[in-house]
């Protein structure tokens, strides 16, 4: 696995042979005052979660980690660092993949490998007022050796993929060395970089999407992002920006 950089930037891994989620454990200790850079790793997890109180199975051999960081950027703002975790772990599974299985991102973090989940990505963040981040929690897993089956979009694993299998600790070194690059990407030059890594891999650019909203579901011509990472949906004459939710193909 390349991205040989290290986690350059971000504090020593503090490692957990097992934990409850190491978003909570970041959350815990961003309250406790711990600074930016703060990395959380688990080795498996007992209450993995994903959006919206979903859970993230998370048993042995796959990676789970969590970065605490503290951006002074509004929280709008810093929701756009899950692409730059999205971009990190695609860059960091690539060099791993046989050159036949495609990689692409879907809307708006996940990464796909040969067209099923690889991995998921949960922000979590307080506001500390007047339109300021007292901390963003990026919570970052990735199916090393195994899947769970029966999730309503098709999951998978590098090894399932037919990848180069490399310890947990290397994919863990390789994921935040590609996140550090991006974060600092992100800070120096704004959003645009990212979102123009990101649309070059772009899973169903220009087709038909259907889109789960809370109480909601549309659909519509999938046509890009706008400059803040919310996704374009072309519904006619006019287009609509979707901020969150959760995006399938049309008709599936
Ligand atoms: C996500 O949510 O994809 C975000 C997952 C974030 C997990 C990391 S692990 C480290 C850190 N600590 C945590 O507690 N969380 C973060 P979402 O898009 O809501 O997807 C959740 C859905 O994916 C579930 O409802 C299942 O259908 C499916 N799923 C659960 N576990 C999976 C897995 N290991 N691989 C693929 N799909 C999974």
């Known amino acids: 696995m390349t991205g040989g950089t290290g986690r350059r930037g ?12 190491t978003n909570e454990e970041a959350k815990r200790q961003a309250a406790a005052g711990a600074p930016e850079g703060t990395l959380i790793w688990g080795r498996m997890q007992v209450q993995g ?3 919206r109180g979903r859970p993230w199975i998370s048993p042995p051999g796959n990676l789970y980690l969590s970065l605490l960081l503290r951006p002074e950027r509004s929280p709008a703002t810093a929701a756009q660092l899950g692409f730059a975790a999205a971009l990190a772990i695609g860059e960091a599974v690539l060099p791993l993949l046989p050159p036949t299985v495609p990689l692409a991102y879907k809307w708006p973090n996940d990464v796909l490998v040969g067209g099923r989940k690889v ?4 922000l979590e963040s307080q506001a500390a007022g007047e339109g300021r981040l007292d901390w963003l929690v990026v919570g970052i897993g990735v199916n090393l050796v195994s ?3 029966g999730t309503e979009y098709p999951a998978t694993s590098l090894a399932a993929a037919g990848a180069d299998r490399v310890p947990v600790e290397t994919a863990l070194e390789a994921v935040a060395g590609r996140f550090h690059h991006w974060y600092q990407c992100w800070r120096e030059q704004g959003f645009a970089p990212l979102r123009a890594a990101w649309l070059g891999r ?6 038909g999407i259907r889109v789960r909203l809370p109480g909601e579901e549309t659909s519509g011509r999938f046509v ?5 990472g919310a996704l374009l949906l072309e519904q006619g004459a006019h287009r609509r920006r979707i901020a969150a939710g959760d995006v399938f193909p049309a008709g599936g």
């Open 119 to 122: 991995s998921g990505i949960l």
């Open 49 to 51: 979660r994903g959006r």
């Open 202 to 207: 772009a899973r169903g650019l220009g087709e």
């Open 147 to 149: 899947f769970p089956e």
């Open 224 to 228: 890009g992002l706008d400059g803040d």
């Open 10 to 21: 971000f504090l020593p891994p503090q490692e957990f042979a097992e934990i409850d989620s």
